[in-house]
């Protein structure tokens, strides 16, 4: 599924128990899945692969395992964004923002 890269600016808006949920998902992905390239790997393979770190947590939680799920890709979208924004503007202020000027 989706890793990202474990940076404290990136989850600095999102609760303490997301960023442990996300933490949780992201370390065990890393661990069963390794360095597989989620682009040419199928979704329900992945899927398939977290499911017993997302029912652990949904029934920590009281939650549903699809519930889980939503929460996980929505809080490893608002991370990206971060991510992205932050590559953003690192580029923007080495004036590397424009590669159409090389």
């Known amino acids: 599924m989706f890793q990202p890269k474990n940076n404290s600016a990136s989850t600095s808006s999102l609760s303490d128990e997301d960023r442990d949920m996300l933490a949780r998902i992201n370390a065990y992905s890393e661990s069963v899945l ?15 692969k977290l499911k017993p770190i997302m029912q652990e947590i949904a029934d920590e939680k009281g939650m549903t395992l699809e519930d889980v799920f939503i929460k996980y890709m929505d809080l ?5 964004a971060k991510q992205n924004a932050m590559l953003k503007e690192e580029l923007d202020e080495a004036g590397l923002a424009d590669f159409s000027e090389f």
């Open 76 to 80: 490893a979208s608002v991370v990206s």
């Open 34 to 48: 390794g360095e597989i390239d989620p682009q040419k790997t199928r979704v329900s393979f992945q899927l398939d």
